[in-house]
Structure formats: C-alpha cells, structure tokens
C-alpha cells in the first residue's frame, strides 16, 4: 500500500510542479514594450507546423522569418527615431485549426507587434479572428486559400498569389502554352491542392481544353499506381497535381514506372529540391509555379538565396516569402514611425515595397496586387524558370 | 459476479465540512478565468476553454468505453458530425451552395441547433453500432476507427457533385453562440464588469460541463449504467440475466455520440470555423487517452485525465524553452520536437505508475486491490 | 484490359507492402493479443536505420552489394533492440494491468519514437538510394518491376518462414502455448518473459524488413512513415483475422487489391458521383461487411464466446 500512496504522490506533484513552471515561463515573458536600454522592442510572433507531417516547410519558415529578423537587427533599423530591436516569437501550430488559434491567442499575449503566418490556410483562416479582434496586422506567406482574405478582416495580408491567382494562369500555360488537350487532375484532398485544382480547371477548360480525369489522392499517401493507372486509361497529355513536394515527388516517378507518357504539370508545392530529389532522374520535364519573380531576377534575392542556403541549407519554399513578409511588415512601421500596430496598419495596407520574391502591394482585401507567376522546368536536375506571367491578368476571377 | 454493483457506491454524506470545500471549489471555478486571465494571459483561458470540450468528449467516451466496455477509436466523428450540424444551420454556406432554397440564409438560434446536433449525432452512434453489435476488443476497434475516417472522408469529399460540406476548405463565417440574445463573440459588460469573449464562453462551457457531470453521474448510477457495466464485465452472464445487450449497447453509442455531438456545436460556435482536419484519426486516439489514462469508468478519473492532457502540450510548450535555457544556457535541442517527446513519454510513465489510470474506478480498485489476480483483465488473456 | 491487369499488379504489389508489415504486427498480436501501436513507428525505424547506414556504406566507397546486406543486418539488429526495450519499458510491467493500459503505452512509444527520429533525421524527406535495377518488365500490356516482385516474393517466403518457426520448432512450441495460456505454459517449464521478447524482436526485425522494402519501392524515407503504415497494416491483420499468420497476408493482399480496383473503378461503377476520394471509405465498408459476417476476420479462429 506504502508504494501505491508514494506512486500516487508522484502522480498528483507532477502536475502542480508543471503548472508553476510554466506560470514561471510566463512571468517571465516580457509585459512591456520597451527595453532598458531604451531600445524600442519590437515582437514579430511567427507560426507554422513544426512538428507533424510539414514540419520540414514550417521550420523552413521559421527559417526566413528569423533571417529577417536577424539582418533588420544587424543593420540597426530606427523606427520612429528610436533603434529598433526585433525578437522572434515562433510558436508550433501543429497544422491544425485549434492549436492555431491557441497559438494566436498566445501570441497576442506575448504583446506581438504583427504575425507572419500560419503555414497552412486552415490554420490561418481561424487564426485570423483573433489577429483581426486584438488590431494585430498578421502577413501569410503561404496560405492561398481564397476566403482567408475574402473574410473582410482589415489585419489579413498575404505575399503569396492566392488559388484564383495561380490557378488561372496554371491553367492557361497549360491550354495555350503547352498546348494541352486532354488533362487529367489530381489532387490531394487539402485545402490546398482542392482549392488550387479546381482553380486550375476552371481556368484550362475556360482556355478549350479537356478535362479526361479527375483522380485523388491524400497528403499521406505514397502508392499512387492506382489512380495513375486509372489515369492512364483516359490518354491524357498533361497531368496536373494539387498537393506538395512529398506527394509529386514519388508521383512523379510512379508516372515514369507506369509508362504513362504525359507532360506534367504542378504549383508551387511542387516547386521544392524535395521533389527533383524524390522523383530522381524522372522529374525531368516536370512544370511547376511559383509566384513572384526567380529569386535571381530580383535585386537582393541571388544575395538572399546564397545567405540563406549557407545559414540553414537549402531552401525548401517559402522562407524567401517570409524574409520578405517581416520586412514589409517592417517598413511599415519606419513608414508609420511607430510600431504600434494600430499606426502602421493604415502604412502596411498602402505600402510598395521590393522584395526578393516580387514587388509587394495590397489590393483592399490583402491579397498580393497583380502578383506575377513564374512558370519552371525541371531540366538537368534543376528548377530552370521558363517565363513570368499573370502580372496584369489576376485581377479576374 | 454479482450486479450488485450499488453497493461499490457508499452514498455521499454530505456533511458541512464537505459542503463548504464544494462550494470554494464552485467559486474557484467561476473565478477562474479572471485568476487566469490575470496570471497567465488571455491564451491560457483560450486553453482552459477547449480543456473543458475535451472534459465533455471524454465524458462521452466515457459511456462507451468506461462503462459500456465497448473500445470505440473513431469517436471525434460525433464531434465533427455536431460541428457540422451548427456549421451548417449557422453560416452563410447552404445559401451560397443552394440558392434557391435557402435564399436567406440559414440561421438557427442555438438552442435548437444544439439539441438537434446532440439527436443526429445520437442517430450517427446507432448507425455505427448496429453492424458492431458481434464484434469484441480489437475487431470493435478497427471497425469504429473506420466510421471515424467514413464520416471524415465524407466530409471532405462532400463539396461534390453537390456542396454540402465545402470540402477541404471547410465552413467559415460560422456565426457564433449567443445565448439569450447576448453574443458571446464581444466583450459584454454584466455589472460594471467586463467579461470578454474568451471568459463568456468559459462560462457556457462550465455549464455544460457541470450538465455533462450531472447526466454521466445520474446514468452511471441508474439501472442502464449498471447494465451497462454488467455488459461490460462479462456480456454472456449480462445477457443470461435478461439484460437486453443489444439495446443497452445501442443506447451506450447513442448517449456517447450526443455528448459527442453536443460538444462539437459548440466547438464550431467557438472556433467560427470547421474543416475536416479537425477531425483526424489522432484527435479521437487523444480523447481515448483521456478516458484510459485518467481512470475509465470514474467521472473524477476523465475529468483529470481531459484537463491534464488537453493542458500538458502547452504547459510543455512554456516550459520547454525556458527549462533548456536555464539548464544549458541556451536552447540545445529543438523545442517543438523536444515538447512533443516528454508528452509522449509522460503518457508512458503515467501509465506504468497507475496502470488502472489516475483515479480508477471503485470497481476496477477493488478487483486490482483484492486477493484475487488480475487475470481476467490482463491483455495477455490466452484467448488466442 | 492491360489497365485492369495493372490495377491488379498494382494492388498485389501495394497489398504485400501491407502483408510485409502486417506480419509482424499480427506476431505479436498472435501471442500476446496486444495491439502494438508501436509497431509502424519501429517499421519507419528500421527504414532510417537502412538509409543511415547505407548512405554512409556507400559514401565510403563499399560496393553496394557488401553495403545492401550489411545494411540490412545493421537495421534488423537495431530494430530487434529497440523492440526488445519497448516490451521491456512500456508493455512488460503492464501484463495484468486492465487491458486499454498498454494501448496507451504504446501511443506513447509511437510519439516518443516518432519525434526522437525527427530529432536524429530531420524533418525532410529523405531519398532512398535505388537498391537494385529497376527494369520494368512488360507482362500483357502491364508493367511491373524487379523491385515489387521481390517485394511479393519476399512476403510469401517470410510468411511461410514464421509459420515453420511457429508451428515446427521449440520455440514455436513454447510461442503456441503462451498464446494458448500463459500461466499453464509457466507451470509447464516455459520461460515466458523470454518467448516474448523472442517474439517481439521476431516482429521488430520483420518491421526493419518491411521498412526497408516500403521505401526502396517508393525511393523515400522519413520519419512520419510509420504512421500510416501501421494503421494499413492494422486493419489488413484485422481483415484477414489478427493473430493469423496466413490472415496477415491474406488481409495485407485483398486490401491492396481493394484500394486500387476501389480507386480505378469507383468513379465508373457510381457514374462519376463518388471517384478515388472514397477509395478508403470502400476499403473500409468492405472491412465492415466482412467483420458483419465474419466477426473474427476471414482466417481468425471462431472463438467461442468468453464465458
């Protein structure tokens, strides 16, 4: 009975000693806006899946959010007269909806100045209440889904085309440029690859092709002979894949294994190092697309990229649209001359700014004004950019 | 065995000393969300908040497995059939989707949404018991974590040919609960004091909780729950004995499944979101854990067992960062990989420390305190 | 009809990934009756470990036939030792513990492991170097390569082999009366807590054998692999009737099959309404009928009822 009660105990101390830890953390996390030295601190709260099944593109974020912050601390940014200093706050949302909106409300706690996030768009959609309820500007730089910004919050940005935007002119490379016919559709069941292949169709059928099949997949799978077989069947002379570079990549191979001699085609979840590496000497040919312009075409994005791959390794995706999330975020405040994010709200809605993955505006609701889309190859084992298009023709749909 | 099971329940006596503790408690709790909001910050009522829809759904776990003995993995389908119910009679979606029948809007106050979530979430859990009825253990536990993934799949699927879900992208603009005319979506002043958003509805799910309780308790101790627990410990003996076990297993799902049900309209009223991925496969393993770890079959037991695992990720999330820093110096290893591990190895050592859970029920105490061994209950039973 | 006859390649092929883990994962079952969430995780394990090794092998310059063997060894062993401390840390104190405590173990172990491999292998997807020619072969119009029929090969010969291991030799003997009971087999002079870990490092091993064939078929690794797999392979044990050698590869076979005739031919049977996106609701539907009519699985033994 002694050892029954001593495990009891046990039991019943660890969770009173977790608890005063944490309230421990949490004491300790900063209240004010303003250090001792008379810095004026600014907190830049970030948030993607850092553990889980994407965990590989939420560090990436992670990645290029805290890049930003490192050089905007290194070149001694003054906002308002006074020297800035920037702190990261980088919190793991897990991919899923609850947990962003715990980690929402947790950043607006920790008294952030503005959020670059979430990764996912069901993450942000919901995450985007709270930012919107407590003033905080949030910048996506990565959720394409179009109703995160269709939900009318004055906080919503995002620097990344959204599903209309690329959808459109996927399609019509596909139909005009490609001269495709017959295409077959895959997609992964995600708000994403829905929301970009439906988009993608919308726009090819629009642009006189045909849509011979319409297969699925899931974000988990790794067998995709069946629905390439299926796919198969129906001849199609391109194939198009909603979904990331975990799926494409192997799809891509399967592609090759089966024979199925069709041009293939995906977005910018496709457009990683990840997929040239899984689908191996099979990626050949393969389409993807980017928005915004090679980072090599831009005026600071060759030094980005060289900075960055020498600091964390390659780039997987969107760590160049994060690096340029927070410094938009940033020159709003310089611009504002306050970091109160009720001040430099009205700045970031009407800013102009050069980053190393497009020139950013915002239309009313947030999203990326006349974003241009960069179509890419995969010829000799590497991503090669073929052609910028879309500037002038998103504003439809 | 016996089924006289009352007498495991000595009768409260409900003496002064112990009516003064209950009523500390009880202003404790309504205290609470201030306490938090004051110490910790207005993230941790968000917690607080979603612990207690996990307290609701492991209560209705509970029925099923606690005390119906029934291993159900694919519970969080209830859930998501209730989110859905509230979703859908609560935002623009069916409008857009069907203009000319709901060409205003579906818009149904609360009180009627909830009970209808609860009914055909209820009518979802018989769904899923009647082909189940013959099935025992693990063979139960494969078939209900298939309807979990059925409804999930349904769910995302269903935007096609007609839209009825919206599919991946999930239902926004859910309106949010207000009870009495009063929205729980806006701070709200009630005598000079400001409650916001996140306290208001802190209190509806407190409410709800307490409701939760109650009914789990007073089933627990009626004729069904003893049936139940009959069923549970030997269903050939249950069943000689004239208790109707097809029924009683039915009913078991279908009370489950309301709770289920219940807790995911005011999930969706809450979170003024839904999406499929809210439902996966791990949120109905997480609830399961609840159940287990805290002591199936004991209402004190999955209570802990909710609160401790639905706070312990971001207690871990806290404590991670700081920890390392003070004890290295500075953060070593990779904070959200680290948090994730301790709070698969405290499930691990909570278990091996209290293997019946943290507060087992007076039934399963009595067998694994007596003389007798434990066999019956060991998972190495030789049935194979 | 060289499409259905690659469906059908296609779902052999993807059902002996799933018999290859299945097996291990019913081993287990088979004798302990525990439900090892653990064991996609050690499967995912075993794939790293592989890679790991391999990639250094080569690296070093050691010819791929000497590197492929070793590696293979090395992964098996390492998986055998982890299974050996899984039984011992998470299941052994539990054996008569209520039934749902090891359940709850083993989730823990799955999210233990999971994440100590995102610590030691990153977060990235991972290559897996190409092991052997991938020369298609062309059989009537359908296409198959050398790797996915080793895969089906080596699923019948490893099946075949346990069954010689559990119905012919002495510790197959002693493996049939643990599951039969365990305090009996005690009494009779078996060393219990030994045949069970013999067991669970048995299955541990199989699980690096399947690891590494899930991801030389699939040319990737990472570190979330495992959870898929194990639920697959969960439910193709159940199907077949868990704790049945032969059921494992049975369930493991038809459940390929089923997903990929489901997937091909759904969208064509329901008119176009339902397509591939349901092909695990079909998966599952069939799992339930035949649960309905077969409440132990197809090859499980009809118990009788526990009185």
Redesign the interface.
Known sequence: MSQHSM??L??FTI?PV??S??????E?SPTTGQDTSGDLVVRIGASAP??GPQ?HLGKDNENGTRMAIDDANAKGIMIGGRKAHFELIS??DQ????TA??VA??L???KVNGVIGHLN??TT??AA?IYS?NGIPQISPSAT?V?YTA?GFKTAFRVMANDAQQGHVLGEYAAKNLGAKRIAVIDD???Y???LADQFIKSAEANGAKIVAHE?TTDKAMDFTAVLTAVKGKKPDLLFYGGMDAQSGPMMKQVKALALKTKFMTGDGGYTPEFIKLAGAAAEGAYASLPGVPLDKMPGGKAFADRFIAKYGPIQLYAPYCYDAVNVMIAAMQKAGSADPAKYLPALADITYDGVTAKIQFDQKGDLKGGAITLYQVQHGKWVPLETLGAAKTASN | MSLKIPKCFPKMKPNSKSKLLLIAFGIALLLLPFITDA??????V??VD?AMLYIMLALGLNIV?GYAGL?DLGYIAFFAVGAYCYALTNSPHLAQAFPVVFHLGVHLPFWIVLPMAALIAGGFGVLLGA??L??????L???T???G??IR??L??L?A?INLTN????I??IDPISVMGVSLNKTQHFLGIAFP??HLYFYLFLAFTALVIFVSQRLERSRIGRAWMAIRE????ASAMGINTRNLKLLAFAMGAMFGGASGAL?AGF?????P??FS?TES?MV??MV??GG?GNIAGVVLGGV?LA??P??????V???QQSLFGRTL??P??????L??????V?????????LPSRV?RRELGGDE???E???????? | MDILLQQIINGLVQGSVYALVALGYTMV??I????NFAHGEVVMIGAMLALSSLTALLGWGVPLLLALPVSVVLAMLGCMVLGYGIER??YR?????????????A??????L???A??IWGREYHAFPQLIANTPHNIGGAIINNIQIIIFVLALTIMAGLMAIVHRTRLGRAMRA??????AAQLMGVDINRVISITFMLGSGLAAIAGIMVSANYGLAYYYMGFILG?KA??AA?LGG??NLRGAMLGGLLLGLIESLGAGYIGDLTG??FGS??Q??FA??V??AV??FR???LLG?R?A???
């Open positions: 495990r009891s046990l039991s969770v977790l608890l830890v944490a309230l421990y953390g949490c300790k850092l553990t965990a919190e793991d991919a899923d909806p609850k909106t715990i409300q947790k607006v706690d920790d768009s069901g959609i919901p209440k309820d889904a109703a939900q069941r995600t708000a690859g829905q929301g699925y | 110490l910790l910050g207005r993230g941790w968000r917690i979603f497995v291993l082909p189940t013959r099935l025992r253990g693990d063979y536990a494969i078939v974590l298939g309807f993934e059925i799949i349904f995302n699927n935007d040919p599919g991946p992208q999930g926004s603009f958003s996140v030997d269903e050939v003996a999930f979170q003024g979101f839904v999406s991925e809210s496969l393993i399961l854990c287990v770890l199936m401790l706070l312990l971001e207690v871990l999330r806290n404590i960062v700081p920890l290893i990779d959200n990989s680290l948090r994730m591990l709070f698969g190895s405290a499930l691990i909570m278990m091996l420390y209290r293997p019946a859970g943290l399963r061994p434990a066999a209950e060991s998972v190495y039973d030789a049935t194979h | 079952y088979g302990l009756g525990l439900i840390i998470a104190p539990l054996r008569h513990a209520p039934r749902l405590a090891p359940l709850i173990t989730i823990g172990v799955s999210i233990v999971q994440n100590l995102m610590m643990v599951a039969e009971d365990q305090h639920l969960f439910t159940v868990i704790g176009g309404f996106n349901y695990d609701v599952f539907f799992l339930i649960l309905v409440p132990s699985g033994e118990l009822e526990r009185a």
